[in-house]
């Protein structure tokens, strides 16, 4: 009877885990203040927390780039090492996987802000850049409208420019990432 109830447990412990990810403050930039070229410069936090019963927290995650490249510099191979030899049939099967899986996940959004300041060395292309960009953007976010705030800019006469802000918060659960890795592996 105590094995029922612990594998009971288990299983509505699982069916209602929750995850939330709350990114702060993501950037990647290459223009300073004064809107000149720079370097490429990438800063990031991110939080994930985990609630079971969708109410209790259970832990609290916490990313940013200096503890990832951290992280990565006590990493002392690479890929290369292992003399990895990939097919293009099956990298692009692979890719098809993952999108098919990436549309099982069900990510809820919660909430996002972003801003996207885009230039090219040529007005016109700028300015294709922007409409193309200020087109799709509408599109992707038709079914969150109300929880999208967004800014997009084009800067002119500065060179290939990028600079992207933004801050959000996303839910998915942990029964649809077992879902979406169970149709990675068919």
């Known amino acids: 009877m105590l094995l029922i109830l612990f594998f009971l447990t288990i299983i509505i412990s699982i069916f209602t885990m929750k995850i939330r990810i ?19 410069k990438h800063h990031y936090y991110i939080e994930f927390e985990i609630f079971i019963l969708k109410i209790i927290k259970i ?47 069900n990510l809820k959004l919660e909430k996002l802000n972003f801003k996207l ?13 922007f409409t193309v960009i ?26 290939n420019v990028i600079n992207f802000w933004a801050n959000g918060i996303t839910e998915l659960y942990l029964v649809h990432i077992i879902y979406a890795l169970y149709t990675i592996k068919k």
């Open 134 to 159: 200020s087109t799709i953007i509408p599109i992707l976010i038709r079914n969150n409208a109300n929880k999208v705030q967004y800014k997009i800019e084009p800067i002119f006469n500065t060179g």
């Open 59 to 105: 832990a609290k995650i916490k990313f940013n780039n200096e503890k990832m490249n951290k992280a990565i510099s006590k990493v002392k191979y690479k890929i290369e090492d292992f003399g990895v030899q990939r097919e293009i049939r099956k990298e692009i099967k692979n890719r098809k996987q993952l999108l098919k899986a990436f549309k099982h996940l």
């Open 22 to 40: 709350n990114f702060k403050d993501i950037q990647v930039s290459n223009i300073n203040e004064n809107r000149e070229k720079t370097k490429i």
């Open 117 to 129: 300041a885009i230039g090219t060395d040529k007005i016109v292309s700028t300015i294709g850049i």
